[in-house]
């Protein structure tokens, strides 16, 4: 199906997996679809393998927690993030470096304080690879951490790359 991207969210300097100074992290963007699931995209790089020319499995739980944790960020007008409190993977099929790949995470169940969902990392050919779920309570980032936005370089980073509609 195609689906129409309503929004991108912020990245961020030194995450392993948004940011876009750090050499060795993914660079993932991440893109609010109109269904109510977050699309992540990103390229993995020869550091990110286990065995020759396939992605660590840690690498993989990674890109799934950050995809799902993030998706409650699409919900609230308030500043929630997710803080993972328990996360599963299921490993299905090899995941190949040479290829950009997708990520889709979702919330499948919304409390007061945490929430849960679900996230699959997909092959060129569509096919899941790697599916992942995750429990995370509901923090405003000030109880995480000491993070200044400013600092952090904390922004929608546009991109003559970004997709206005994507197929999933």
């Known amino acids: ?33 109109e269904n109510g699931e977050l699309l992540a995209v990103f390229q993995p790089q020869k550091e990110h393998q286990s065995y020759p020319n396939r992605l660590h499995g840690g690498i993989s739980a990674a890109i799934l927690d950050e995809t799902i944790g993030r998706a409650i ?6 500043d929630f993030w997710g803080m993972t409190i328990e996360f599963g993977s299921r490993y299905k099929k090899p995941v190949p470096l040479d290829e950009e790949l997708r990520v889709i995470g ?8 945490t929430f849960e969902g679900t996230g699959e990392i ?14 995370y309570i509901k ?17 929608v980073v546009s991109s003559p ?8």
């Open 122 to 135: 997909l092959l060129k050919d569509g096919s899941v690879a790697v599916e992942g779920y995750g429990k």
């Open 1 to 33: 199906m195609r689906y129409r991207v309503k929004g991108k969210q912020e990245n961020c300097k030194m995450c392993l997996v948004c940011g876009l100074k750090n050499k060795l992290g993914l660079r993932a963007s991440f893109y609010e679809l």
């Open 106 to 113: 979702r919330i499948t169940k919304d409390g007061k304080r």
């Open 139 to 155: 923090l405003p980032l000030d109880r995480i951490s000491d993070f200044d936005h400013e600092e952090q370089e904390w922004r």
């Open 161 to 168: 790359d970004d997709p206005v509609e994507v197929e999933i």
């Open 73 to 78: 960020m699409m919900k609230y007008e308030e």
